[in-house]
């Protein structure tokens, strides 16, 4: 079965620090990573999105990795800011048939305080 | 439009009760998709159109739900019956074909009292 696990659970961390969510996936067959930002009460919005042979690709502050061979990605985010606060979810995508098949984690809560 | 839009952004509907939720995706995007999100869980996948037929409806729970997109575009997703365990925020996204970068909407969050 399709598994996307993201660790930790929920991240409080001080404005201005680093941090970094983690993401473990056993999925077949890979097609790609993406990671989604969510706030409280919209949609995901996608930060990166990488295939299999990405390492590493930025947006910004935020820097997400890929070991296609661990199955295993991160996602750094550098000199946090208040408006980091939100969910950050890891969706690996299989393609089947026509389309993807995307399997989502359940997210890391991220709360950047003062 | 600029994004996806869903409607309504709430509501509230008693236990047994039919409703319908509506997505208008992005002009020209083929390719969409709903997801069910509750309380500190990530999205589950309900169903995923391609144009106007629904390429992959095995997310859907029961007979209950169904969904439509009969010109390509607007969807609606309906639910007969309502249950408690319904509530939930449904998630509308739209994509390029089936391949890329899906955009969400902000969602409509159900509650079944």
């Known amino acids: 079965k399709n598994q996307v696990e993201q660790s930790p659970q929920s991240l409080i961390i001080l404005e201005g620090k680093n941090c970094t969510l983690q993401?473990?996936?056993?999925?077949?067959?890979?097609?790609?990573l993406r990671w989604y930002k969510q706030d409280t009460g919209r949609g995901p919005v996608s930060l990166t999105i990488?295939?299999?042979?990405?390492n590493t690709k930025s947006n910004g502050r935020y820097t997400a990795t890929l070991d296609a061979d661990t199955k295993q990605s991160s996602l750094h985010i550098t000199a946090s800011q208040l408006s980091d606060s939100a969910s950050y979810i890891c969706?690996?995508?299989?393609?089947?048939?026509?389309?993807?098949?995307?399997?989502f984690g359940t997210g890391t809560q991220l709360k950047v305080e003062l | 439009g600029a994004g996806v839009s869903q409607t309504p952004s709430n509501k509230v509907t008693e236990k047994g009760k039919y409703v319908e939720l509506r997505c208008d995706p992005i002009s020209g995007h083929t390719a969409l998709y709903w997801y069910r999100q509750s309380l500190g869980q990530g999205p589950e996948f309900l169903i995923y159109?391609?144009?106007?037929?629904?390429?992959?409806d095995s997310g859907l729970p029961n007979d209950r739900f169904f969904a439509v997109r009969p010109e390509g575009s607007v969807s609606t997703l309906k639910i007969q019956r309502t249950e408690r365990g319904d509530s939930a925020v449904y998630l509308c996204a739209s994509s390029f074909a089936g391949e890329g970068t899906l955009h969400f909407g902000n969602g409509t969050r159900l509650t079944v009292t």
């Open positions: 993401c473990n996936y056993t999925v077949s067959p890979f097609s790609n």
């Open positions: 969706v690996v995508s299989s393609k089947r048939g026509g389309g993807n098949k995307l399997t």
């Open positions: 159109f391609q144009g106007t037929g629904a390429a992959d």
């Open positions: 990488m295939t299999f042979s990405e």
